[in-house]
């Protein structure tokens, strides 16, 4: 069982990445979230519901596997974040959501900043969530206006 939340916790090994972990990560979920795209089913409620839960859930038993907060092997997070930052967008808007939910991933603006400070799995995942509901927001305020 433990490697099985190893293997997802880390986005199938992409949170091993030398190089930017996180962004690997988020790769990941942009290719997971396209796959699931073209087979045609939706980004809907109940399966963001399940993957902020079960992502939880293996945050925080990553965390406890790799004895360090937020570690930075865990991308479960960034996976989530970027299916959030796609919710009720189609396949033509994975690359904008993409850059934007890394966007304010990275730079944590307020009130991202003020929540990596919770513990466990719900520190870890809820600053990505928020980065990816602002990033949602984002986009579809520019396509409202264009």
């Known amino acids: 069982m433990n490697k099985l939340i190893r293997l997802l916790a ?3 090994n992409s949170g091993f990445s030398p190089v930017a972990p996180g962004t690997v990560g988020t790769i990941v979920g942009l290719a997971l ?3 699931w795209l073209i087979f045609g089913f939706e980004i809907n409620f109940p399966l963001v519901f399940i993957l902020v839960v079960v992502g939880t ?3 925080d038993s990553a965390e406890k596997f790799f ?3 937020d570690a930075q092997q865990i991308v479960i997070d960034e ?3 970027f299916v959030i930052a796609i919710y ?3 396949i033509n808007m994975l690359i904008p959501a993409f850059v934007l939910f890394r966007l304010f ?4 603006p307020p009130p991202i900043n003020k929540f990596q400070e919770l513990e466990g799995g719900v520190g870890v995942m809820v600053d990505d969530i ?4 602002m990033a949602n927001l984002l986009l579809r305020l520019i396509l409202f206006f264009v």
């Open 79 to 81: 996976i989530v974040g």
């Open 67 to 69: 004895g360090k907060k």
């Open 130 to 133: 928020l980065a990816g509901i």
């Open 33 to 35: 979230t396209w796959l």
């Open 105 to 108: 991933d990275i730079l944590k």
């Open 88 to 90: 009720g967008l189609g």
């Open 10 to 12: 880390t986005g199938f």
């Open 57 to 59: 859930y293996l945050a």
